[in-house]
């Protein structure tokens, strides 16, 4: 293990390691939603309404009647709105969940919905984005590799480093899709805390627990922002040593 802290290879260790405290605060966040929503999984709302009921009243308070919303085949959490079919696909236990977890997530979903109909500006740059980013995503290895196999074979040369530095422009796109996440989820969540008091789907203690439950959710996607910008910083710095070896 000592060879990982030789002079030669020190550098390429400390570059590992940039991604564990972006990997930590993803596994914190991940556990917190979990937690949370088992917590507040277990508070039923007083006004008895499913996920489904409220994601409908939602709907119509805000004259959108051209979303479906339809049961998903799991009870993971799994839920997403679909601009291009305008589909709120629920998991099972935010469908038919009467919870105080479960009428939040439906409402944030919801309020996605809302965001496209009245033509959010970033929602609407995130659903052009995400198209590109998957398309690009897929070749971001790709392109690695081969830039790799290239810059071994020919020691210095020009095309090795042209697809090395195409993999890392790819794969920027999809750090600045996560980016462009947050303040539509932000927005989704903020949206769908006044709708919820708004339609009348909860009373104000209500809310608190909602807005629990949905903050916590929040925190895996700036988590997820963090570590795409510290696995992009890893492969600049990779390449850029590399290119100094060569």
């Not at 609407?124 to 398309?135: D, G, H, M």
């Not at 795409?228 to 850029?240: G, P």
């Amino acid at each position: 293990m000592w060879i990982l802290f030789s002079p030669e290879y020190l550098e390429y260790t400390l570059m590992g390691i940039i991604l564990i405290p972006g990997l930590i605060f993803a596994m914190i966040a991940s556990a917190r939603v979990k937690t949370t929503f088992s917590k507040y999984e277990q508070v039923l709302s007083s006004k008895g309404l499913t996920g489904a009921q409220v994601a409908q009243k939602i709907l119509e308070a805000e004259g959108i009647f051209d979303v479906q919303i339809q049961k998903g085949h799991t009870n993971e959490l799994v839920d997403n709105f679909n601009p291009k079919t305008k589909i709120i696909t629920l998991s099972n236990k935010v469908y038919d969940g009467t919870s105080i977890s479960s009428i939040g997530v439906a409402a944030h979903e919801t309020g996605h919905a809302v965001q496209y109909a009245k033509g959010y500006a970033p929602m609407k740059i995130r659903t052009a984005l995400a198209y590109v980013s998957n398309f690009m995503s897929f070749f971001v290895w790709p392109l690695i590799f081969i830039g790799i196999i290239l810059d071994v074979a020919y020691v210095g040369g020009v095309v090795g480093k042209s697809f090395l530095w195409i993999g890392v422009a790819f794969f920027a796109v999809s750090a600045l899709f996560s980016l462009v996440t947050l303040p539509v989820e932000f927005n989704a969540s903020n949206r769908a805390l006044k709708l919820l008091v708004s339609t009348g789907c909860v009373d104000e203690m209500e809310v608190k627990g909602c807005k629990k439950v949905l903050s916590s959710a929040a925190m895996t996607y700036v988590a997820g922002l963090v570590v795409s910008i510290l696995e992009l910083l890893r492969f600049v710095l990779f390449f850029l040593l590399r290119s100094r070896d060569n």
